[in-house]
């Protein structure tokens, strides 16, 4: 359907973006992508507007579209940033302004308030880790402006009581595009590439390797592992990833900027972490028909449906998570029925169309 009619003025979608590091695509950044991509295939013209120079910046503008960098320094709130928006803004108004991040929550919500022309502002909440008293304070800054948005969408449906009554919130599940399962060739093919023995059962992990996202605890789990054949591999960088005492059944792949030629090689795709939306790594996973053990932990309920479409234990729970493993690793049925039905359940809640009708909706094009 396209989203507008012949002579009728381009609708111009503005995402502002609060980037994760600078030199590489994470989930969040892969997620905006995917969802900029469907919305030029509907005919909008989607843009976007980053803090400082990086990947996501690259990538899309390599791809034909529009880009700005505001050139902010790293400051946690940037000031110089708000005049660079009100300035750009006025010279091209927006049809939407949709903010991703707090930094972008925060310095979009100011836009308005001081009279940006902006026709509506949609904010998303990819995620709340209060890892520090600083991100605690930005976060709590967040949520208190949430008001001044039209509308707040969050990856993560348990962040939702934290937010103010009056605020308009509402879950919106991140999503990618579908494709086929994987293939017994794609397997072997990752396997050759990572150098993994094809009769090796693997474990593996994506994403930044780090103590927050469960590295340390899938670490001592391969560590007090007995069985010969499993393998645990950790696709990402971080500071884990430096570690010196690394057991033999343990690879460090570093950053892979292909999942597609790195999940096929696994026999069972970790979720480890320990604060989560909903993982597009998870996702990944499922839409490739692997079996999936996450922890519990914020929206991943939505997708793994303990003991039907993958296996839920508790986060910081090495015992549970090195059971699981050994479950998925003495059953070939096991493995294979979870598998299908994590690929069943991704098909009907996670490709990219729901996704993108409901930020239709909340940006009132729908």
């Avoid at 791809?63 to 005049?83: C, D, E, H, I, N």
């Avoid at 707090?102 to 890892?131: Q, S």
């Avoid at 939702?160 to 308009?168: D, K, L, M, Q, W």
């Avoid at 479409?309 to 986060?315: I, S």
Wanted: with cysteine; hydrophobic share 45%.
């Amino acid at each position: 359907m396209e989203a507008r009619s012949p002579g009728q003025a381009p609708i111009r979608v503005v995402h502002l973006v609060d980037v994760m590091g600078t030199a590489k695509l994470w989930g969040k950044e892969r997620a905006i992508a995917t969802l900029m991509e469907r919305q030029r295939q509907a005919g909008l013209v989607p843009q976007l507007v980053t803090f400082t120079a990086n990947a996501l910046v690259d990538t899309l503008a390599a791809a034909g579209y529009r880009t700005a960098v505001l050139g902010s320094r790293k400051r946690r709130v940037p000031v110089g940033a708000f005049a660079s928006l009100m300035r750009l803004l006025r010279a091209e108004p927006a049809t939407v302004l949709h903010t991703h991040g707090y930094k972008a929550n925060i310095v979009g919500r100011a836009a308005r308030a001081a009279g940006a022309p902006i026709g509506r502002l949609v904010a998303t909440v990819h995620g709340m880790n209060d890892e520090t008293l600083a991100l605690t304070f930005y976060h709590r800054l967040d949520r208190w402006s949430a008001p001044l948005s039209h509308a707040v969408a969050l990856a993560d449906a348990s962040l939702a009581p934290s937010f103010p009554r009056s605020a308009r919130v509402g879950f919106v599940a991140n999503a990618i595009p579908n494709r086929a399962a994987f293939t017994a060739a794609e397997r072997d093919a990752a396997r050759r590439r990572f150098n993994l023995a094809g009769d090796a059962f693997v474990v593996g992990l994506l994403g930044r390797v780090t103590a927050a996202k469960g590295a340390l605890d899938a670490l001592a789990v391969a560590r007090a592992c007995r069985d010969p054949r499993i393998v645990f591999v950790f696709a990402g960088d971080g500071e884990v990833a430096l570690r010196a005492d690394v057991p033999e059944n343990v690879r460090f792949l570093g950053y892979v900027e292909n999942s597609d030629g790195y999940l096929p090689a696994l026999d069972v795709y970790l979720q480890a972490s320990h604060f989560e939306g909903l993982s597009l790594a998870l996702l990944e996973a499922m839409r490739g028909g692997l079996a999936c053990i996450a922890t519990d932990v914020g929206s991943t309920d939505r997708a793994i449906d303990d003991g039907r479409t993958g296996l839920l234990v508790p986060a910081h729970d090495r015992v549970k998570i090195a059971e699981a493993i050994e479950r998925l690793a003495a059953s070939d049925d096991d493995r294979t029925r979870l598998a299908a039905a994590a690929r069943n359940r991704f098909i009907t809640d996670f490709t990219i169309e729901p996704h993108y009708r409901a930020y239709q909706e909340l940006y009132g094009l729908s």
